[in-house]
């Protein structure tokens, strides 16, 4: 059993890096010593009305400092209420939760659309092969130089207004690139466009997917996608993104 | 100071265990809460084959509450009997199974393959309102109440307590008819029918366009249930529906309940029945109360 925790994590520093998108960091116990790229965490609200947690991705670790970074869109209450916390006030966090992206050295592509590019940066900065990072905007962007660190950059605008105007599998094509493996996480839309492709060019692709939860560890049976091959957990063919995901074998679920 | 209470002629350490669907068979949450410090586990409805349940999206949160439709998914009482009931043997709990089923024989065969079992008591779920066949079709009228109680007691070796559905009229015709029929125990309530519409989507919230509300919204209709249902029966009550702190407990327990069950705000909150426990004894000694017993139905 993958070790997690309930802690009251202390908010270090919040910003708004992009119009409607924060980053935040946080300080745990210890969380980030646990965390892998591709895990994430349940946020839980202080308005009391607000019951579930809401689940955000691991965007950055710094196991020494044994904090961790989100970034999310202001997309609805919970969000918002995040938002408004300021630096030293305390949020309720269980985590890490999920499985996160397995490590290869392989020549990669590393996909993220919108507010699927946060839990890639970790993922970018613990590889240890050639890296293609491929990101992709509605319009304004977030994370970019950040990125920029880890490997060679291309990004996606849809309107136009940044680098390739379209979307990442676009950028895939315009610049001629190839890879041995995909990781991948974004708009759904845009996850069925990349298994697609990996499946076209017979590259393994790993995808992380979201659903609705309510525990958010594995217990309530809420969050499940389809998949292909019965679960062993569930002896059906549904798998719990919160637990045996939220990252996939792409040709293992369906979406 | 005594918290131990009587259910049904088994007894609990203390009255706090948790909802069928909201813990898993308790795997998940032992890394939060110390099985061993719980009354009892009840476990997610289990059938007699592996099911399904509903397409996603399952979970819609609302106001003080929250919407489920899973529709029972379940590993089939196979696997359930080959993994959850050892793990759950290594606790010094109760363990409480709740059993589903599409038709009375579906029910049975759960009951007579747990005869055999490790398990304290039954919980036979007649009340889900997320499945079509089965579940609450069973639970909202009084005749089939008593119906399927006489016959899952027939195969039962454990006390078998009836979980009754909100979702009624008069809760007091179902809890008579589930006493008549040989239930030894009732616990309520299930979830309340209800419906999210996703205004900028214009589109229902949940696939199965209907849910079960659960969470704090529902409680003061379970305590006036679980009040009504104590008026009208001699059996023990399980009394649940949002409790979320032990003063929610207290309260169900003042309106009648024997022991009470603690389901969504496990999810707020991983490791709050423990919590409510270690609140219940803290109001016990705040109030001088002696035997957790002398609170049940003490309000009238
Ligand atoms: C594994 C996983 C990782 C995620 N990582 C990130 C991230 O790094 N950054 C980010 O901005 N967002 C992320 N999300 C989406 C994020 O969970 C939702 O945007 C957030 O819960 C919305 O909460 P709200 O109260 O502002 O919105 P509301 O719409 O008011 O929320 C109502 C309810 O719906 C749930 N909900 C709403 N949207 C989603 C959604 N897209 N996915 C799951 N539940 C949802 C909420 O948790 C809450 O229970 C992730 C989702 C999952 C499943
Ligand atoms: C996600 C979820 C799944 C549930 N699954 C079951 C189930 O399998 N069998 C059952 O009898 N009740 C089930 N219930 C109902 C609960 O056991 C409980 O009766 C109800 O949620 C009210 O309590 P609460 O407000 O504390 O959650 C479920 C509830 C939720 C929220
Ligand atoms: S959210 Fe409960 S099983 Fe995933």
Not at chain 1, 202 to 231: H, P, Q, T
Request: aromatic residues 6%; charged residues 25%.
């Amino acid at each position: 059993m993958a070790e997690k925790y309930k802690e009251q994590a202390v908010i270090i520093r919040q910003e708004e890096i992009s119009y409607g998108i924060y980053s935040m960091w946080l300080k745990t116990d210890r969380i980030a010593g646990l965390s892998k790229p591709g895990q994430f965490i349940s946020v839980y609200c202080h308005e009391g009305s607000r019951l579930l947690p809401r689940p955000i991705s691991i965007c950055e670790i710094d196991r020494e400092d044994q904090s961790v970074r989100i970034v999310y869109r202001v997309v609805g209450k919970g969000t918002e209420e995040l938002s408004q916390l300021r630096t030293g006030r305390s949020v309720d966090i269980v985590g890490p939760l999920g499985n996160g992206f397995p490590l290869k050295e392989k020549k990669a592509f590393i996909i993220g659309g919108g507010i699927g590019i946060p839990p890639m940066l970790q993922l970018a900065k613990e590889l240890n092969c050639e890296k293609q990072l491929i990101l992709g905007y509605r319009d304004s962007l977030f994370l970019k130089e950040e990125f920029k660190k880890s490997g060679s950059l291309y990004v996606a605008t849809e309107d136009g207004s940044y680098g390739t105007e379209g979307n990442v599998l676009d950028v895939i094509r315009e610049n001629g690139l190839d890879a041995e493996i995909i990781y991948a996480c974004g708009p759904m839309p845009m996850l069925r466009a990349v298994k697609e492709f990996a499946a076209k060019k017979r590259i393994e692709c790993w995808i992380s997917l979201e659903e609705r939860m309510a525990c958010g560890v594995g217990a309530c049976l809420g969050c499940v996608c389809k998949s292909k091959e019965k679960d062993r957990h569930t002896n059906v063919n549904n798998k719990r993104i919160c637990k045996e995901g939220p990252v996939f074998r792409a040709e293992e679920v369906e979406f | 100071m005594n918290t131990k209470v009587n259910l049904a002629g088994l007894t609990l350490k203390n009255p706090v265990m948790t909802a069928s669907g909201t813990f898993g068979s308790g795997i998940e949450f032992a890394e939060f809460v110390d099985l061993n410090k719980l009354g009892a586990v009840v476990t997610k409805g289990v059938a007699n084959v592996p099911w399904e349940g509903n397409p996603t999206p399952r979970i819609a949160e609302t106001y003080g509450g929250m919407l489920n439709a899973v529709g029972l998914q379940n590993p089939g009482i196979d696997v359930f009997v080959e993994r959850d009931i050892p793990f759950l043997t290594k606790y010094d709990t109760r363990i409480i199974v709740n059993v589903c089923g599409r038709t009375t024989e579906d029910y049975c065969e759960v009951v007579r393959r747990l005869a055999s079992q490790p398990v304290d008591l039954l919980e036979i779920n007649i009340s889900c309102p997320n499945v079509e066949e089965g579940g609450i079709a069973f639970g909202q009228n009084p005749k089939s109440v008593e119906a399927i109680t006489k016959e899952v007691k027939k195969y039962a070796r454990q006390p078998v307590i009836m979980k009754l559905s909100p979702n009624v009229t008069d809760i007091t015709e179902m809890a008579k008819a589930a006493e008549a029929g040989g239930a030894d125990a009732l616990s309520l309530i299930n979830t309340i029918t209800g419906m999210k519409i996703d205004i900028h989507r214009r589109a229902f919230a949940l696939a199965n366009k209907t849910g079960g509300l659960s969470g704090p919204a529902i409680h003061p209709v379970a305590v006036r249930m679980v009040y009504q249902a104590a008026q009208a029966v001699r059996i023990p009550i399980i009394g649940m529906g949002g409790i979320m702190t032990a003063e929610d407990a207290v309260e169900m327990i003042l309106a009648g309940a024997t022991a009470v069950a603690v389901g969504t705000a496990n999810f707020r909150n991983p490791a709050v029945t423990m919590e409510i426990s270690e609140g219940i004894r803290e109001y016990m000694e705040q109030y001088h109360v002696e035997d957790i017993n002398e609170l049940i139905g003490a309000v009238k």
